[in-house]
């Protein structure tokens, strides 16, 4: 039988909950989390940084195989030398394994470096602690993952000594250079792995000012391993529980973990597809065995479900788990004085309906009445589509310093007639895109006095950004006045900025109309425009009715620049299909689970998004003009449904307002 290891990976998944330790790599259980290693590449843009790291400490020996014995074996005999450096080296202690992302030995102390495609301030002064001198949950994963590594480190070199630290990107520095963001590609090898090509052509100057910062991690280590710092102080100490979890994973025994608001994160439950095949639920059989439940228990909406409900950890404490069981006392409903509900109301109409079996969509009429007498015709619906490479794209330039490669633009005029109207792609290689993104976007806007639509303030953050980018530039730009000043008339200024405004075409957020006038039951509290879509497009008739005619890009009906004689209504049963789910992969090789998991809001990405990793593919990916092409219309077309589902939104409230 294959040996259970506890490795880094798997004690990062016993520190968020010890009963994971049981489901994770068991196939029979369903799992949320991206699985294919090439696309979780793509998607966090750590291939990049992890092969920039190993050029700061240049000379070392890769240690690529991902057999646990071959790889000890390299590494011992690579380790037998007095002075030497091995990337992802293989450390093994009885049932503790760690791979070492850069492993530096220098006679009997070693220099262990775990590198991190994570954003860090190196002007900070204590970035790790709060103000009260414990860890930061922010930082708490990555530390207790090298504080892991440097307890097997200790274990197995114990007449060594192992200085630990942390290698993370560093927003504070610039780039030195154009042209590094493109000296990696990622490829797949002839097993399907993952591989990195490093551009032969890297320079002394590229790595003249790193972008990496390394960072000691030993004081932390030392926290964690006393159990101070403020964490996990009611639990036995960290030594402890690192032999307790070896030990339990190599025998296959589950850790029984109390239930915690932490259960509303798990990876181990099931959606219907899951089901279908057969798999099972961990989280289910968590909460059976903890509390008794029947499977009919699981039909019933939790406290887990309530939105944006601060007081889920308090309910779970008192054993309160249903959403029927809550009362008015648990969320305290309240005015806020501004117009349509306040977020306690919302929670506790979200709680009424629940309790009472209540699907009905609720509407605040004459709040949202008044709030669309404000507008004015044509109405402008706008998505961008964004990137924050770790690695910039210019001299200059800022580790994840944000980009705009991509937006959509539908117009509703007067008439109530619909059009798309423009867009914007750059897929060009190595490209900095925001500025012609931009003048792009002006060009589109800047025709009427129409209002301006954005679903959350995403838009908003970024037009800033790009204000900000405008203004800092050094290098001539002839229009940046032109365009800062544009910038102005539609957005409002960010909270720490100096200079204050709000446009007089100040862009509106109807992510903030949901939240205020609109809620439908079948969206489970979500504000998400995906799943505030398909709610509205199976509650409204009107819609039903419009869209199930193939009317989108016909000859006569609504012009697209992507879709032709489209039908966007189309049904399973009694159900309208989610129109995102009718649209082209953006990768052909890819699962329908991949893609789902890819397109959800998922805080496993620190971008997210399937756009966001299409771009990146385009960008470090070797492929075929065939290949780049598919994925470019693909990425139009998604966007083009961001702004259609703004347009059927807005279409449904009217019909509901009997608006002609």
């Given at each position: 039988m294959k040996k259970r290891y506890l490795t880094k990976s798997r004690f990062k998944l016993a520190t968020e909950c010890p009963t994971k330790l049981f489901y994770t790599g068991k196939k029979e259980y369903a799992n949320q989390k991206l699985e294919d290693s090439f696309l979780m590449a793509l998607a966090d843009g750590g291939f990049q940084v992890g092969e920039l790291a190993k050029l700061y400490y240049p000379g070392g020996h890769d240690i690529t195989t991902l057999d646990h014995d071959e790889a000890l074996k390299q590494t011992n005999e690579l380790l037998q030398q007095e002075n030497v450096t091995v990337y992802e080296a293989a450390v093994c202690v009885g049932s503790l394994f760690i791979r070492v992302d850069v492993l530096v030995k220098k006679g009997s102390r070693f220099k262990l470096i775990e590198v991190k495609a994570k954003s860090f301030n190196s002007a900070d002064s204590s970035p790790f602690l709060t103000k009260g001198g414990t860890i930061t949950a922010e930082w708490k994963p990555y530390l207790y993952d090298v504080a892991f590594q440097k307890h097997v480190m200790n274990l197995a070199f114990p007449g060594h000594q192992t200085q630990a630290f942390l290698m993370l990107v560093d927003k504070s520095t610039a780039c030195p250079t154009d042209g590094l963001n493109q000296k990696f590609r990622l490829a797949r090898d002839g097993d399907g792995r993952k591989t990195v090509i490093v551009s032969d052509s890297i320079t002394a100057d590229?790595?003249?000012?790193?972008?990496?910062?390394?960072?000691?991690?030993?004081?932390?280590?030392?926290?964690?391993?006393?159990?101070?710092?403020?964490?996990?102080?009611?639990?036995?100490?960290?030594?402890?529980?690192?032999?307790?979890?070896?030990?339990?994973?190599?025998?296959?025994?589950?850790?029984?973990?109390?239930?915690?608001?932490?259960?509303?994160?798990?990876?181990?439950?099931?959606?219907?597809d899951d089901e279908s095949k057969g798999l099972k639920s961990g989280l289910k059989e968590c909460w059976i065995e903890q509390l008794g439940w029947h499977e009919r228990d699981f039909n019933d909406p939790t406290v887990l479900d309530v939105w944006n409900f601060r007081g889920k950890a308090k309910c779970i404490e008192d054993h309160v788990f249903k959403m029927a069981d809550l009362t008015e006392g648990h969320i305290k409903p309240k005015e806020?004085?501004?117009?349509?509900?306040?977020?306690?109301?919302?929670?506790?109409?979200?709680?009424?309906?629940?309790?009472?079996?209540?699907?009905?969509?609720?509407?605040?009429?004459?709040?949202l009445r008044t709030e669309m007498n404000k507008w004015t015709y044509p109405l402008h619906f706008i998505d961008f589509e964004t990137s924050m490479p770790a690695i910039p794209l210019n001299k200059g330039m800022h580790p994840y310093e944000g980009l705009a490669f991509q937006f959509s633009h539908h117009v509703v005029y007067v008439d109530g007639s619909v059009e798309h109207r423009g867009e914007y792609l750059n897929a060009e290689r190595g490209v900095f895109p925001s500025y012609d993104f931009l003048r792009?976007?002006?060009?589109?806007?800047?025709?009427?006095?129409?209002?301006?639509?954005?679903?959350?303030?995403?838009?908003?953050?970024?037009?800033?950004?790009?204000?900000?980018?405008?203004?800092?530039?050094?290098?001539?730009?002839?229009?940046?006045?032109?365009?800062?000043?544009?910038?102005?008339?539609?957005?409002?200024?960010?909270?720490?900025?100096?200079?204050?405004?709000?446009?007089?075409?100040?862009?509106?957020?109807?992510?903030?109309?949901?939240?205020?006038?609109?809620?439908?039951?079948?969206?489970?509290?979500?504000?998400?425009?995906?799943?505030?879509?398909?709610?509205?497009?199976?509650?409204?008739?009107?819609?039903?009715?419009?869209?199930?005619?193939?009317?989108?890009?016909?000859?006569?009906?609504?012009?697209?620049?992507?879709?032709?004689?489209?039908?966007?209504?189309?049904?399973?049963?009694?159900?309208?299909?989610?129109?995102?789910?009718?649209?082209?992969?953006?990768?052909?090789?890819?699962?329908?689970?991949?893609?789902?998991?890819?397109?959800?809001?998922?805080?496993?990405?620190?971008?997210?998004?399937?756009?966001?990793?299409?771009?990146?593919?385009?960008?470090?990916?070797?492929?075929?003009?065939?290949?780049?092409?598919?994925?470019?219309?693909?990425?139009?077309?998604?966007?083009?449904?961001d702004t259609m589902a703004m347009v059927m939104i807005y279409e449904g409230w009217r019909e509901m307002l009997s608006i002609e």
């Amino acid at each position: 039988m294959k040996k259970r290891y506890l490795t880094k990976s798997r004690f990062k998944l016993a520190t968020e909950c010890p009963t994971k330790l049981f489901y994770t790599g068991k196939k029979e259980y369903a799992n949320q989390k991206l699985e294919d290693s090439f696309l979780m590449a793509l998607a966090d843009g750590g291939f990049q940084v992890g092969e920039l790291a190993k050029l700061y400490y240049p000379g070392g020996h890769d240690i690529t195989t991902l057999d646990h014995d071959e790889a000890l074996k390299q590494t011992n005999e690579l380790l037998q030398q007095e002075n030497v450096t091995v990337y992802e080296a293989a450390v093994c202690v009885g049932s503790l394994f760690i791979r070492v992302d850069v492993l530096v030995k220098k006679g009997s102390r070693f220099k262990l470096i775990e590198v991190k495609a994570k954003s860090f301030n190196s002007a900070d002064s204590s970035p790790f602690l709060t103000k009260g001198g414990t860890i930061t949950a922010e930082w708490k994963p990555y530390l207790y993952d090298v504080a892991f590594q440097k307890h097997v480190m200790n274990l197995a070199f114990p007449g060594h000594q192992t200085q630990a630290f942390l290698m993370l990107v560093d927003k504070s520095t610039a780039c030195p250079t154009d042209g590094l963001n493109q000296k990696f590609r990622l490829a797949r090898d002839g097993d399907g792995r993952k591989t990195v090509i490093v551009s032969d052509s890297i320079t002394a100057d590229d790595l003249s000012s790193p972008i990496l910062t390394i960072v000691n991690a030993d004081e932390i280590c030392d926290m964690i391993f006393q159990g101070t710092g403020g964490c996990d102080t009611s639990l036995p100490p960290f030594t402890d529980r690192v032999i307790s979890f070896a030990e339990l994973y190599e025998a296959d025994q589950k850790i029984s973990w109390p239930i915690s608001v932490r259960c509303s994160k798990c990876e181990f439950h099931t959606t219907k597809d899951d089901e279908s095949k057969g798999l099972k639920s961990g989280l289910k059989e968590c909460w059976i065995e903890q509390l008794g439940w029947h499977e009919r228990d699981f039909n019933d909406p939790t406290v887990l479900d309530v939105w944006n409900f601060r007081g889920k950890a308090k309910c779970i404490e008192d054993h309160v788990f249903k959403m029927a069981d809550l009362t008015e006392g648990h969320i305290k409903p309240k005015e806020d004085n501004k117009p349509g509900i306040s977020q306690s109301e919302r929670q506790w109409l979200q709680v009424e309906k629940a309790q009472n079996h209540d699907s009905s969509v609720w509407l605040d009429d004459e709040g949202l009445r008044t709030e669309m007498n404000k507008w004015t015709y044509p109405l402008h619906f706008i998505d961008f589509e964004t990137s924050m490479p770790a690695i910039p794209l210019n001299k200059g330039m800022h580790p994840y310093e944000g980009l705009a490669f991509q937006f959509s633009h539908h117009v509703v005029y007067v008439d109530g007639s619909v059009e798309h109207r423009g867009e914007y792609l750059n897929a060009e290689r190595g490209v900095f895109p925001s500025y012609d993104f931009l003048r792009v976007l002006k060009s589109q806007l800047e025709g009427d006095s129409g209002s301006i639509f954005r679903y959350s303030n995403h838009e908003n953050t970024y037009l800033n950004l790009i204000h900000s980018q405008l203004q800092a530039d050094k290098a001539v730009i002839a229009d940046a006045d032109d365009l800062c000043s544009f910038i102005r008339t539609i957005t409002k200024s960010p909270g720490k900025s100096v200079e204050k405004w709000t446009g007089e075409r100040n862009m509106i957020d109807m992510w903030e109309i949901v939240k205020r006038h609109y809620y439908d039951p079948a969206t489970n509290g979500s504000n998400s425009i995906k799943a505030v879509l398909p709610a509205i497009l199976n509650s409204s008739d009107y819609l039903k009715e419009k869209y199930s005619k193939p009317i989108y890009g016909a000859e006569n009906g609504i012009k697209s620049l992507n879709f032709t004689d489209w039908q966007w209504v189309q049904v399973d049963g009694s159900s309208v299909i989610d129109p995102y789910y009718l649209l082209p992969k953006m990768f052909q090789e890819v699962s329908d689970k991949e893609m789902r998991l890819l397109s959800e809001n998922n805080d496993e990405l620190r971008e997210g998004g399937a756009a966001m990793t299409a771009y990146t593919r385009m960008q470090f990916v070797e492929m075929s003009d065939y290949e780049r092409e598919e994925i470019r219309q693909a990425l139009l077309k998604y966007c083009e449904l961001d702004t259609m589902a703004m347009v059927m939104i807005y279409e449904g409230w009217r019909e509901m307002l009997s608006i002609e």
